[in-house]
């Protein structure tokens, strides 16, 4: 993979941990736990896809 496809997919995925992260934060304020636990768990697949391709 070119070097310049992998700074696209790093870039793009580190949007998604950021949003994603976002959507934990909102969601503990809300006291939703399963919603928490499920939005951590994609959190830390895209943090794992992240750490990948660097």
Known sequence: M???LKQSQ???LSRLYDMKRKQ???A???G??????VLQAE???ISNALKSIR
Do not use: G, M, P
């Not at 939703?32 to 636990?37: D, E, G, K, M, V």
């Open 28 to 30: 503990l304020q809300q």
């Open 24 to 26: 934990v934060e909102h």
């Open 32 to 37: 939703n736990s399963l919603r928490c636990q």
């Open 2 to 4: 070119n070097t310049s």
């Open 43 to 45: 959190a830390e697949a």
């Open 10 to 12: 790093a870039d793009i």
